[in-house]
């Protein structure tokens, strides 16, 4: 089965910094869509960005970004000029099946 | 119009009770997903329906666990006899056509906790 790892359990950013959350991947498959999911507390997961594999140029939402390396198998999570509303749980996920166990995201004032 | 619902909201069942956990997925999606989410984890998959058909039980930690979705849209995740260890957050998505690629739409959970 496919894994996906997040490395980093819990990081901090100033508000308007810039942050990034890390995210590994375990696959064979050539064709497979990664997602990051947004989980405010006590809040509905959101979709955040989503990334095909077959598209070379990375997924960009305002002030969200990933930096795919299918090689590395690695999808990391940029987000630019942070804020207070950016604080919650970070997933990444492989297809729709497979989550990692997050990043809890602090935004510091 | 309306997101995922769930009900209920929160459960508490003694040890060796049956529960039924009920998501109404977003009108007209044709994906619908389980999940369960222990405290301080990412969500681990259940099971996937694509309309009426369960596609994907593969994640289903038991037989005591048991999931329908009949007509193709309303879904209920039975757990019977449960025990401490089922004690989580169980989490429904619904996407408006076929996995892997559509964005998952999320239930706000229903907290389960078994004394």
């Known amino acids: 089965a496919q894994t996906v790892t997040q490395s980093q359990p819990e990081m901090s950013v100033q508000e308007a910094e810039t942050v990034t959350l890390s995210c590994t991947y375990d696959?064979?498959?050539?064709?497979?869509?990664l997602f990051w999911y947004k989980q405010p507390p006590s809040r509905q997961m959101i979709l955040v960005i989503r990334?095909?594999?077959?598209?070379?140029q990375n997924a960009t939402e305002n002030r969200f970004s990933v930096n795919f390396q299918k090689a590395a198998k690695s999808f990391s999570l940029k987000i630019s000029d942070s804020q207070l509303g950016d604080a919650a749980m970070y997933f990444c996920?492989?297809?729709?099946?497979?989550f990692g166990t997050g990043t809890s995201l602090t935004v510091i004032p | 119009g309306a997101g995922v619902s769930q009900s209920p909201r929160y459960k508490v069942a003694k040890r060796g009770q049956d529960v039924a956990l009920r998501c109404d997925p977003i009108?007209?999606?044709?994906?619908l997903f389980w999940y369960q989410q222990a405290l301080g984890q990412g969500p681990e998959f259940l099971t996937y329906?694509?309309?009426?058909?369960?596609?994907?039980k593969s994640g289903l930690p038991s037989d005591r666990f048991f999931a329908e979705r009949p007509e193709g849209s309303v879904s209920t995740l039975k757990i019977q006899r449960t025990q401490q260890e089922d004690s989580a957050v169980y989490l429904c998505?619904?996407?408006?056509?076929?996995?892997?690629?559509?964005?998952?739409?999320f239930g706000p959970g229903t907290r389960l906790l078994v004394l």
């Open positions: 998505a619904s996407s408006p056509g076929t996995a892997p690629a559509e964005t998952q739409y």
């Open positions: 696959t064979s498959e050539s064709d497979y869509y």
């Open positions: 990334q095909e594999a077959y598209k070379q």
């Open positions: 996920a492989y297809d729709q099946f497979y």
């Open positions: 009108s007209g999606h044709v994906s």
């Open positions: 329906f694509q309309n009426e058909a369960q596609l994907d």
